[in-house]
Structures are given as C-alpha cells and as structure tokens.
C-alpha cells in the first residue's frame, strides 16, 4: 500500500505552500514571476508598466 503520500503531502503543501505559489505567470507575457511584487499583481513589472502606460 502506498497511499500514505496523500495527507502527509497536504501537510507538506501546506507548509510550503507560500514559497512555491510564488512561482506563477505574468499573463501578459507568460514567462515566471518570481518576485513577490510581481507575483501579487499577476503580471511583470515591464509588462505592468507597458499595460498602464499606454
Ligand atoms: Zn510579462
């Protein structure tokens, strides 16, 4: 029986979980973000500034 993965990832998750969510994509672009900043907003910083500066 290997079903033991199951909560003990959740745990796992759950405690990482802030790190890795902060891998995610800029829409605009689709390349990683990796700073926070960036993350929260969803969106590169150059890719942001080209959104509202036009
Ligand atoms: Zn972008």
């Known amino acids: ?8 990832n959740y745990e796992e998750v759950d ?5 890795w969510r902060l891998a995610r994509r ?3 672009c689709g390349s ?3 700073s926070p ?3 929260a907003a ?3 910083p ?4 080209r959104e509202s500066g036009r």
Do not use: F
């Open 1 to 8: 029986m290997t079903e033991v993965g199951r909560s003990t």
């Open 15 to 19: 405690r990482l979980g802030d790190d």
């Open 26 to 28: 800029c829409r605009a």
């Open 32 to 34: 990683w973000l990796t």
């Open 37 to 39: 900043a960036s993350v």
């Open 42 to 44: 969803g969106i590169g």
């Open 46 to 49: 150059s890719c942001a500034q």
